[in-house]
């Protein structure tokens, strides 16, 4: 099996530097066989050089497993559906071991460059210091979350609003005009 270190894209980036901890649980991250997913959400500035990380976080399988339960099966069924309607399959298997990181060159639905999404969210699955290769990390625009938003709960947003109220400082303009969505 192939073996890559955790991209710099999926830094800290308030350490510059991998994530240690789980965002719930605090759990060490690090140590090889600790299996955890990242996620991150980043505005572009067209025709700047500028990008803004709006948020990113590390989370351990076991909290993102009890974290999947705050979505209701309504809003599950329902963002499965759309994925698997619109879903560029074709690209998407074509990654593999040796490209996988060019999951995070564009949209996984929509194909939109990476430099073309004023704001997209970047998701990767790893093993303590290294990238799971076998679940290629993916990159979502801003389009697709303005698409999956209505098809998402009262509860669901609840809960989500809940996750980052918890965890992020409360910047008014944050949670508008709508929460952001988490993917995990
Ligand atoms: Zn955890």
Same mark, same amino acid.
Request: glycine share 4%; aromatic share 12%.
């Given at each position: 099996?192939?073996? %890559? &270190? #955790?991209?710099? *894209?999926?830094?800290?980036?308030? /350490? +510059?530097?991998?994530?240690?901890?789980?965002?719930?649980? $605090?759990?060490?991250?690090?140590?090889?066989?600790?299996?955890?997913?990242?996620?991150?959400?980043?505005?572009?500035?067209?025709?700047?050089?500028?990008?803004?990380?709006?948020?990113?976080?590390?989370?351990?399988?076991?909290?993102?497993?009890?974290?999947? %339960? &705050? #979505?209701?099966? *309504?809003?599950?069924?329902?963002? /499965? +559906?759309?994925?698997?309607?619109?879903?560029?399959?074709? $690209?998407?298997?074509?990654?593999?071991?040796?490209?996988?990181?060019?999951?995070?060159?564009?949209?996984?639905?929509?194909?939109?460059?990476?430099?073309?999404?004023?704001?997209?969210?970047?998701?990767?699955?790893?093993?303590?210091?290294?990238?799971?290769?076998?679940?290629?990390?993916?990159?979502?625009?801003?389009?697709?979350? +303005?698409?999956?938003?209505?098809?998402?709960?009262?509860?669901?947003?609840?809960?989500?609003?809940?996750?980052?109220?918890?965890?992020?400082?409360?910047?008014?303009?944050?949670?508008?005009?709508?929460?952001?969505?988490?993917?995990?």
């Amino acid at each position: 099996m192939q073996e %890559k &270190d #955790i991209p710099k *894209e999926f830094f800290s980036f308030e /350490t +510059e530097a991998p994530f240690e901890r789980c965002i719930e649980c $605090n759990k060490y991250l690090l140590d090889e066989g600790t299996e955890y997913l990242i996620e991150k959400a980043i505005k572009n500035y067209q025709g700047f050089e500028a990008r803004d990380v709006v948020f990113d976080f590390a989370i351990c399988m076991d909290c993102m497993h009890e974290r999947s %339960k &705050d #979505i209701s099966p *309504e809003s599950a069924a329902k963002i /499965t +559906e759309y994925f698997q309607n619109n879903i560029d399959l074709e $690209n998407r298997l074509a990654l593999n071991e040796e490209n996988a990181e060019s999951g995070l060159d564009k949209c996984m639905i929509k194909g939109t460059e990476v430099s073309a999404c004023s704001e997209y969210q970047i998701c990767g699955y790893f093993n303590g210091r290294k990238m799971n290769l076998q679940n290629p990390p993916y990159l979502i625009s801003g389009e697709v979350m +303005e698409e999956l938003m209505p098809l998402l709960s009262d509860q669901t947003i609840d809960e989500m609003n809940g996750f980052f109220k918890k965890h992020f400082s409360p910047d008014p303009s944050f949670f508008e005009p709508t929460p952001k969505l988490i993917l995990v």
